[in-house]
């Protein structure tokens, strides 16, 4: 990887250590939905009912989300 001056960005970067904290920021919030209650009509508070209900409306797109792409493809297409 590299930044907008084209120096590599290591892991003492300012670059890195911001886009690790914020990857860990969404995964969190992904674990955070699966347990946080919903109205629907009444509060919603069953944590089964809550996980069934997130994992077929939105989990698929906060995991999608919450993947660090850019690090998976410097994995598999290498720096350049």
């Known amino acids: 990887l590299v930044d907008d ?5 290591t892991r003492h970067n300012f670059e890195f250590v911001w886009g690790v904290m914020v990857d ?5 919030d992904l674990l955070i939905a699966l347990i946080t209650g919903y109205i629907d009509g009444d509060l919603v508070t069953e944590h089964d009912v809550i ?25 598999l297409i290498g720096s350049s």
């Open 5 to 9: 001056s084209g120096k590599p960005v």
């Open 51 to 75: 996980t069934y209900h997130y994992l077929k409306t939105w989990y698929f797109v906060d995991f999608i989300g919450s993947l660090p792409v850019d690090y998976a493809l410097e994995g």
């Open 24 to 28: 860990s920021l969404f995964m969190l």
